[in-house]
């Protein structure tokens, strides 16, 4: 996801409530796993209100109180806080179509273990990250699991997984980077993975090493990258959203809202632990 924030000054955040009825929990994968692998970062969403040690409800240099988004003119969504949910051993990113704000049309949800104005929540360099999710369908839906510099800058950006509800069974798996001597700044594979993303639920990884990026499906291989120069190579931080627009199409007549992003767990390993 393209970072260019922008956010407003003041917003009232209204709160959301529970949207539909849920699954049973589905049983985390890889919960037994080698003692010598060690397990960084983890949350299993299993109470009934997201750990706010581990998570923050906006992008790491905006103030969740206020609300915020991404790419000014093109995302049509407003992130605020009460979009954020967690029940049923799950967390749950409800989109809404509802403006709180001019030109965003829609509000939904976002958490990062970056925080305002203060070191990250948690942040590595190098390791694995996980995250079991299901993804909602319908035209407009942009899901995404990606990781962002500690120190602010951008590029570099390593995108685990976006979606997009319109075509629901294509993983998109990026990395970007900034090359001053090109117009390369960005590897992008559209993964066809043969079954809909929105129908149940899938895991989605990176092995973040030193001199090449390994993405998995399912807890499969599917790309590589290995420019090691392009690598990113300074402590990054985790975000999980579900955003509406901009980098995909608009949402239509038949998207459903409200629509939710469903996610089981979200962890990091130190190195891959299978």
């Known amino acids: 996801m393209n970072w260019k924030v922008g956010c ?32 960084l970062f983890a949350d299993e969403f299993s109470g009934s209100s997201l750990d706010l040690k581990k998570w923050y409800r906006c992008y790491a240099d905006t103030d969740e109180n206020v609300g915020c988004s991404n790419n000014p003119g093109l995302e049509l969504e407003w992130y605020q806080r009460g979009n954020v949910l967690v029940s049923g051993g799950f967390l749950h990113l409800v989109a809404r179509k ?68 319109e075509t629901s069974s294509i993983d998109y798996l990026s990395v970007h980077w900034r090359d001053e001597r090109s117009d390369d700044h960005e590897d992008e594979t559209k993964y066809e993975t043969g079954t809909d ?6 895991t989605y990884g990176v092995d973040w090493e030193s001199n090449v990026i390994t993405w998995y499906f399912d807890r499969r291989p599917v790309k590589t990258f290995s420019k090691t120069a392009l690598i990113p190579h300074k402590p990054m931080y985790v975000i999980v959203n579900l955003a509406v627009g901009g980098w995909v199409s608009s949402p239509d007549q038949n998207t459903h809202f409200p629509a939710e992003m469903l996610v089981d767990y979200v962890r990091v390993w130190q190195q891959k632990p299978f």
């Open 98 to 165: 509802h403006e709180v704000k001019p030109k965003y049309p829609y509000t939904s949800g976002l958490i990062s273990t970056g925080a305002r104005l203060k070191p990250p929540l948690f942040a590595f360099e190098y390791g694995y990250m996980e995250m079991r999710a299901k993804f909602p369908p319908g035209k407009g839906m942009w899901p995404a699991f990606w990781a962002m510099p500690t120190d602010g800058t951008w590029p570099p950006e390593i995108d685990v997984v976006e979606g997009q509800g």
């Open 8 to 39: 407003a000054v003041s917003i009232m955040i209204l709160c959301a409530s529970q949207v539909g009825s849920l699954p049973s929990p589905h049983a985390n994968t890889g919960a037994s796993l080698a003692s010598t692998v060690q397990l």
């Open 197 to 202: 993303l929105s129908a149940e639920f899938h």
